[in-house]
């Protein structure tokens, strides 16, 4: 009997430590698994939104400070593209399919609420107001908006042909239709902050009257946008010229320039000749 005994207690013991090594191991597997990963991009980014938006904008409306607020524009700005061109890089990381395509549905889909909310206090702004536009309005111009018009939509179409060019393993013109389509982008931006400075010279600012505030808010929107997207196009840019390839991530990156590029219409057909 003691024997038995004896036998039973060394065998419950060794289930025991077999029942806790396996524990352990399952353990340390999972908080592998579960392993956080960081990254100093997000905090680039938001620094940069900080400095670019509400510094700003308090600085040159609020303070009157005009130097100070172009130089918080001027830090805030690159460091919103360099953040997102680092994040993005990291996200890159070769060809698996990630999250990018499934999740890009839903990301344009929150933004077109929000260009919507935009849109709506507009349209009630307008259709209830005595008279349009208000006194201190300055006639907008008729011929660059146009120009703005076809820059866009031509940009969509050769990020169109980069798309397919890089499905066709074509890395040379893949390359070549990504630079034009970043060129056509810069383009636009640039014949934006002209606009806006022609118009500001003008004594049309973001505070002259209830339009103008609806049109720097809305065309500056939109202009983030762009820039937004020209750092998802570098950040593809600067792997692809040493051959990291990403098909997933160039299709969400296509996805995200054809909706900013459909937004601009409603943009050019409401704000500008409306």
Do not use: C, K
């Not at 303070?63 to 460091?79: H, N, R």
């Not at 919103?80 to 999740?103: D, K, N, Q, T």
């Amino acid at each position: 009997m003691a024997q038995q005994r004896a036998e039973f207690d060394r065998e419950f013991s060794g289930r025991l430590a077999a029942a806790a090594s396996q524990g352990e191991g399952h353990a340390a597997g999972e908080a592998h698994a579960h392993e956080w990963e960081t990254s100093p991009w997000p905090l680039v980014i938001s620094a940069g939104i900080l400095l670019a938006l509400p510094l700003a904008f308090s600085f040159r409306f609020v303070y009157e400070q005009p130097l100070a607020a172009v130089l918080t524009l001027g830090i805030g700005t690159p460091l919103i593209v360099a953040g997102i061109v680092g994040w993005v890089r990291e996200g890159l990381g070769g060809e698996a399919l990630g999250l990018s395509p499934a999740a890009m549905p839903w990301f344009i889909l929150a933004e077109a609420l929000i260009f919507l909310s935009f849109f709506a206090t507009y349209w009630v702004m307008r259709l209830a107001a005595p008279e349009w536009p208000p006194a201190g309005t300055v006639a907008l111009p008729r011929v660059v908006p146009l120009v703005m018009t076809a820059i866009l939509v031509s940009s969509s179409f050769t990020i169109h042909v980069a798309e397919a060019r890089l499905a066709a393993s074509d890395q040379r013109g893949f390359l070549r239709w990504l630079v034009v389509t970043i060129a056509l982008g810069v383009a636009f931006v640039g014949l934006s902050a002209a606009e806006w400075r022609e118009l500001m010279h003008e004594g049309f600012t973001f505070s002259t009257n209830a339009y103008s505030t609806a049109f720097f808010s809305i065309t500056g929107f939109h202009a983030a946008h762009v820039v937004v997207g020209l750092g998802i196009f570098v950040a593809l840019l600067l792997p692809a010229l040493r051959g990291r390839l990403n098909e997933p991530f160039t299709r969400s990156a296509s996805l995200y320039w054809h909706f900013v590029d459909i937004v601009w219409l409603f943009v050019v057909s409401q704000v500008y000749y409306w």
